[in-house]
């Protein structure tokens, strides 16, 4: 597929988590655990596996809507002893931290697949975990807030009414240049455990589109008509006057 921009940064936002213990856990005491080793990613365009010098590759936003600060430590109950990841430790704030990756160039042929692994582990009564692609257009990663302009949007949000893996496109308006949110017509629900889930978007070469959780598709579609409002609009709109 083409080139999706300029140098994007990642930004990984949790929005108004309030983690909660109202959920049981779905794990029993007789967990098996075994020692963590650091995943192949020879071959991936860019990769966190949260190992090492964490801060010295992220940087929390400076914004001040984003009022909390990320942790890196292992799950309350680990499997892999040693996997560690961003935690939440206080609910009721927002959180948001990002990195920078090198220029991302499509090849002719080859998807575009982004992918992360979350876990409510101590519930979720109103919240979200979602990633943000960003044309960083110059920007160091700790500038980036809510308003910034994205190009992509995706990941599980659940408040209130909303319960679904959100998949948004920010799409510039060719006669208007304005930019426009184009929103998947019929996102999964959101797994309602305490377990760890990996969430992927696949974006095909024909703009056709994947979203998977656990490995198992949940849905499908294309770029030009599964997104609300269409990238491409139609060609007549009724003019009830006529």
């Known amino acids: 597929m083409a080139a999706i921009g300029r140098v994007l940064a990642f930004g990984l936002i949790v929005m108004a988590s309030c983690i909660s213990g109202e959920e049981e856990s779905d794990q029993g005491a007789g967990n098996v655990t075994k020692p963590y080793v650091g995943p192949a990613v020879e071959g991936l365009h860019w990769a966190e596996t949260f190992d090492g010098d964490v801060w010295s590759r992220w940087s929390h936003s400076g914004a ?13 109950q680990e499997a892999l002893v040693g996997d560690l990841g ?3 430790p206080e609910e009721a704030r927002h959180y948001g931290a990002a990195a920078a990756f090198a220029p991302l160039e499509g090849r002719e042929g080859v998807p575009f697949v982004v992918q992360f692994e979350v876990r409510f582990q101590e519930g979720l009564t109103c919240g979200g975990a979602y990633l943000k692609l960003f044309d960083s257009a110059g920007r160091a990663a700790g500038e ?3 308003s910034t302009p994205f190009v992509i949007m995706f990941g599980p949000d659940r408040c209130g009414g909303t319960d679904k893996v959100h998949f948004i496109l920010q799409h510039r308006n060719p006669k208007t240049g304005k930019l426009e949110e184009k929103h998947c017509k019929d996102p999964p629900s959101v797994p309602h455990d305490q377990l760890s889930h990996l969430y992927r978007l696949v974006i095909m070469p024909d703009n056709s589109f994947e979203i998977h959780v656990d ?3 949940k849905t499908s579609g294309s770029l030009l008509t599964s997104m609300e409002p269409p990238v491409n609009p139609p060609r007549e709109i009724d003019d009830p006057s006529d």
């Open 64 to 76: 001040e809507k984003y009022n909390g600060r990320f942790r890196v430590q292992a799950r309350t």
């Open 86 to 88: 961003l935690a939440v």
């Open 144 to 146: 980036f807030q809510d």
């Open 215 to 217: 490995g198992e598709r």
